[in-house]
C-alpha cells in the first residue's frame, strides 16, 4: 500500500465512529460489503466464480443459479487442472475477470486450493488437485489472470475444508507436519506468488478451534510467516463470534448479522476486550480493497460472448483425459459410416456442479449436435438415450433399444457419468462407482466392446475398474464447463489432440484409498489418520495397484522422454540450493500434440516416513512429428525438505535423493541419484535423545565412547541387544547405572556438548 494511501486511510478511519467501524467489520447485505456515503466509502460486490461469474442483483439465494446474469461456464476445476496448463489457466482467470468488470462486480470468490484427500468430497468437482505443487501452480495463474484485470480474488477455502459432512462444525485433527506438507502449500505458493486480494477462511474447525478464530491460521502463519497484506474475508456463515474472530485476524464477516455481530464488536471495544487498534486495521484492510477496485469499477467494460466460448471449448478440449484408447479406436476414422451414440447425457449434457458455484451460461453445446455437425453428412449418426437420469423402470427397455441399434455401428460412443444428484456442495458420495444402469448398459453391449468409446462427465473420480473391459477408449472429460459438447466432438473426431493428465488418481476400490478408514470422521471430528500419505502418496507408499495413476493421459501420437540430466548448485547450508533437471522429449508419433515432463523427487533413507515420490515440478511441451525439444525443470531447498516437527521449520536431511521425470507418478523415463549436504536435522542433544542418536552426533559419540566401559559394552552387544538399547532415552540409561554413565555425567555430557555448538 503507497504513502499516500495509507495516509488517507488513516484520516478516513479518524472520521469514524465506533458504530461505524464496527458496520464495516461485517457486509452490508449478503453479496456487498458495507459502505459510509458521509464519508464516500461506497459498497462494493463480491460473487461467487470459481469457474464462471455467478453474479446476483435482486435476489440473494446463496447456492442456486437464481436470477444469476448470464456468464461463461469455463470448466470446473475438476477439469481444468488436468491440462496442466498454467498459460491456460491464466487466459481463462483473465476472461472471468473481464466478466466481472462487466458487472462490476469487485472480488471474485475462488480460486478453492482444497487438497482432495478423499474421492467422497461432495466438492471436488471445485478444486483442482490432490497434489498441492499443481493445485498451487495453477490457482497462482488463475489468481495473476482474474486480477490483472483490476478485479480481485478470493483463495478457499482456509483451511483443511476436505468435506462436506458436518462441514460447518467439524475439527480435522492434523498433525503439523501433515498440514505443512500437504494442506497449507497450495495456500503459500498462491498468497507468495500471486497475492490474492483476499483469503476466504473455512468453516470447519483445525485441532479444535474454528478457522475463523484461530490466531495461528490467520495472523501467525498466513500474515506474519507468508506476508500476506489483503483481506481475510468469512465463508458465507462461518462466523461464531464476531469479537473474537477479528481479534484473531478475520476482517470482514459474511453475511453480515446485523443487529448482533457489529453491536457484539462495539461492546467488546468499550468493555477492553477487543483492541480498538485491531478493529481500526481491519476497517483499514477494507479500505485498501475497496480503493483497489475503485478504477475498475469506474468505466463501462464489455466482454465478447463468442470469443470466451471459444476460449471454453480449447479449455475444455485440452482439459480432457484419455485414459484408454486400445486399438487406436479414437480418433474416429475416415473408414467409420455409422456411429451410434449413447447415453442421455450425450442430449441433456452436465457439465457443471451444483450449490454457490453453479453458473447460468450464456450458451450450452449440446455433444450429440456438435459431433453430429463435425463428421458430416457422409457418416450417419444415430442415438439411444440408453439409461434414464430419472425413471429407473424404463432402464431395461432403453437398454435392450441401444443393444439393438449396436449391431450396425462402426463406432459406438457412450456419453456417461453421474447425474447432478450424486455430487455436490453440501453432501458427500458414497461410493466412486457409475450409477448401475450405466454400468448395466455397458454389460448388455460387452459383445460390441472393441468398438465403444465412453465419454464420461464427472465432477470427481469414477471407478472404471468395474466396466473398463467393456470399453475399448475412455475419455474423462470431467465438468468441463458450457463447451464441453463441442470440446468432446473436437477430440473424438481428431480435431484436437488429447493432452489432459489427471490431476488425481484413480483407484481400482474405493477402500484403497488412505483416508477410507477415517473420512468424513463421527462425533464432530474427522482424524487426518493417513498424514501426509494422501492420493498417490499413499497408494505408492501401499504399493497398490491403481487403475490409473495420477499424472497419467494419452494421446493420439507418441512420446519418448529421455533419461534426465541433474546438475547441482548452490547448498542447503547457504540457503541458495538450486538442482537443475533436463530431460529431451520427442514426439515419435505422426501427429502434432503436447506432453507433460512430470519431475519427481524420493528420499529413500529419510529419518521420517516419506512418500515413495513426490511432484515437485512439470512442463508442458507441443511437438510436431519427429520434433525433438530441450526441456529444463529447476528445484530449490524446498522441493527436498519435509517439515520438522522437532525442530519447527522446514529441513533438508543430508544424503541421496531420487530424481525421476516421465509421463506419470508410475511412467517413469528414468531416474537419477543426487547426494545433497546438509546440516543435521536431529536436533540438539538432550536428555531426552535416544542412545542411537547420541550415537549418530559425532561430538557426542566420541564422549560417550571415551568411557572404555561404554565402548567395550558396545561392542559386546548383539543386533536385538544394540536395537534395544539405541531406542532407549539417554536419561532412562542413565537412571539404570549401567557403566558407570549415571545422570551426573549425562548432565555433564550435554552441558559440553552445549559448550561445543
Known amino acids: ?9 488513516e484520516a478516513v478511519i479518524a472520521e469514524l465512529t465506533l458504530d461505524e467501524k464496527a458496520a464495516l467489520s461485517i457486509g452490508g447485505d449478503i453479496w456487498h460489503t458495507a459502505g459510509i456515503d458521509r464519508l464516500g466509502i461506497e459498497p462494493i460486490m463480491v460473487s461467487d466464480g470459481p469457474h464462471g461469474l455467478r453474479a446476483q442483483f435482486d435476489t440473494g439465494d446463496h447456492v442456486g443459479i437464481g436470477d444469476s446474469v448470464p456468464a461463461t461456464c469455463f470448466p470446473t476445476a475438476s477439469a481444468l487442472a488436468s491440462s496442466w496448463n498454467p498459460d491456460l489457466a491464466r487466459r481463462v482467470g483473465e476472461a472471468i475477470g473481464r466478466e466481472a468488470l462487466r458487472w462490476q462486480v469487485s472480488v471474485v470468490l475462488g480460486p478453492g486450493v482444497n487438497m482432495k484427500r478423499s474421492p467422497l468430497c461432495g466438492r471436488n468437482f471445485e478444486y483442482l488437485s490432490e497434489d498441492p505443487l499443481l493445485a498451487g501452480v495453477l490457482a497462482a495463474a488463475l489468481v495473476q489472470g482474474i486480477q490483472g484485470q483490476g478485479v480481485g480474488t478470493s483463495l478457499k477455502h482456509f483451511a483443511a475444508n476436505n468435506q462436506e459432512t458436518d462441514r460447518m462444525r467439524v475439527s480435522a485433527e492434523i498433525d503439523q507436519r501433515t498440514l505443512r506438507e500437504i494442506y497449507l502449500p497450495a495456500f503459500e505458493r498462491v498468497v507468495k506468488e500471486a497475492a490474492p486480494w483476499t483469503v476466504m477462511c473455512s468453516y470447519n474447525k483445525i485441532n479444535g478451534t474454528y478457522a475463523s478464530e484461530h490466531r495461528w491460521l490467520l495472523t501467525d502463519l498466513l500474515r506474519g510467516e507468508w506476508g500476506f497484506e489483503g483481506l481475510v474475508v468469512s465463508d458465507w456463515g462461518a462466523v461464531h463470534d464476531r469479537p473474537v474472530s477479528l481479534t484473531a485476524g478475520l476482517d470482514l464477516e459474511m453475511p453480515p448479522v446485523k443487529g448482533r455481530s457489529d453491536v457484539a464488536v462495539v461492546e467488546a471495544v468499550r468493555s477492553g476486550a477487543l483492541a480498538e487498534a485491531d478493529l481500526d486495521r481491519t476497517v483499514g484492510r477494507l479500505l485498501d480493497l475497496v480503493a483497489k477496485s475503485r478504477s475498475a469499477r469506474a468505466a463501462e467494460h464489455g466482454f465478447d460472448e463468442a470469443e470466451h466460448h471459444s476460449l471454453a471449448r480449447q479449455a475444455a478440449a485440452e482439459s480432457a483425459v484419455l485414459l484408454k484408447n486400445d486399438g487406436d479406436l479414437l480418433p474416429i476414422g475416415p473408414g467409420v459410416r455409422r456411429i451410434l451414440v449413447i447415453g442421455e447425457f450425450a442430449r441433456t449434457p452436465r457439465f457443471q456442479g451444483a450449490g454457490s458455484s453453479q453458473v447460468n451460461p450464456t450458451r450450452t453445446d449440446v455433444p450429440l449436435t456438435e459431433l453430429t455437425a463435425l463428421v458430416g453428412d457422409q457418416v450417419s449418426v444415430d442415438f439411444a438415450p440408453g439409461f434414464s437420469l430419472d425413471d429407473a423402470t424404463a432402464d431395461e427397455g432403453l437398454r435392450n433399444e441401444a443393444v439393438a441399434a449396436a449391431e450396425a455401428a462402426d463406432v459406438i460412443i457412450a456419453f456417461l457419468g453421474l447425474p447432478a444428484a450424486s455430487e455436490s456442495e453440501g453432501f458427500d458420495r458414497t461410493d466412486i462407482e457409475l450409477p448401475g444402469n450405466q454400468r448395466a448398459l455397458l454389460q448388455d453391449l460387452g459383445d460390441h466392446r472393441d468398438k465403444i468409446a465412453v465419454v464420461l462427465a464427472n465432477g470427481s473420480a469414477v471407478a472404471t475398474s468395474t466396466w473398463q473391459q467393456n470399453a475399448a477408449a475412455i475419455l474423462e472429460c470431467w465438468l468441463s ?6 470440446a468432446a466432438a473436437d477430440l473424438l473426431v481428431g480435431a484436437v489432440n488429447p493432452s489432459g493428465k489427471l490431476a488425481e488418481t484413480i483407484p481400482v476400490r474405493l477402500q484403497d484409498n488412505s483416508s477410507y478408514l477415517n473420512f468424513p470422521g463421527g462425533d464432530g471430528i474427522v482424524r487426518y489418520g493417513e498424514g501426509v500419505f494422501i492420493g498417490y502418496r499413499g497408494y505408492d507408499a ?3 495397484e491403481v ?6 493421459g494419452l494421446s493420439y501420437t507418441s512420446f519418448e522422454i529421455s533419461e534426465p540430466s541433474v546438475t547441482v548448485a548452490g547448498s542447503v547450508a547457504g540457503g541458495d540450493l538450486a538442482v537443475t533437471v533436463t530431460a529431451s522429449v520427442t514426439n515419435t508419433g505422426d501427429r502434432a500434440g503436447a506432453e507433460v515432463v512430470q519431475v519427481y523427487v524420493g528420499d529413500p533413507a529419510s529419518i521420517v516416513p516419506r512418500p515413495v515420490r513426490e511432484l515437485k515440478g512439470f512442463t508442458k511441451i507441443e511437438l510436431q512429428p519427429g520434433q525433438t525439444e530441450e526441456v529444463t525443470v529447476t528445484l530449490d531447498e524446498r522441493a527436498f525438505a519435509f517439515w520438522s516437527e522437532r525442530l519447527d521449520r522446514w529441513a533438508v536431511e543430508a544424503g541421496d535423493f531420487m530424481i525421476s521425470v516421465g509421463a506419470s507418478s508410475r511412467d517413469l523415463a528414468g531416474s537419477t541419484a543426487i ?4 546440516p543435521s536435522v536431529t536436533g540438539p542433544i538432550t536428555r531426552d535423545s535416544t542412545m542411537s542418536e547420541l550415537l549418530a552426533d559425532p561430538a557426542a559419540a566420541v564422549l560417550l ?4 566401559r561404554v565402548a567395550g559394552a558396545l561392542a559386546a552387544m548383539d543386533e536385538p541387544m544394540r536395537a534395544m538399547f539405541g531406542d ?6 542413565a537412571g539404570f547405572g549401567f557403566l558407570g554413565f549415571d545422570t551426573t555425567a549425562l548432565d555433564a555430557m550435554i552441558d559440553k556438548l552445549n559448550l561445543q555448538s
Open 728 to 733: 532407549m532415552p539417554a536419561s532412562t540409561v
Open 675 to 678: 547426494t545433497l549436504d546438509a
Open 1 to 9: 500500500m503507497a504513502d499516500n494511501e495509507a495516509a488517507n486511510n
Open 547 to 552: 487403475s490409473f495413476p495420477f499424472g497419467h
Open 705 to 708: 565412547t571415551a568411557d572404555p
Open 481 to 486: 464447463g458450457q463447451a464441453a459438447g463441442g
Open 542 to 544: 501401499s504399493g497398490l
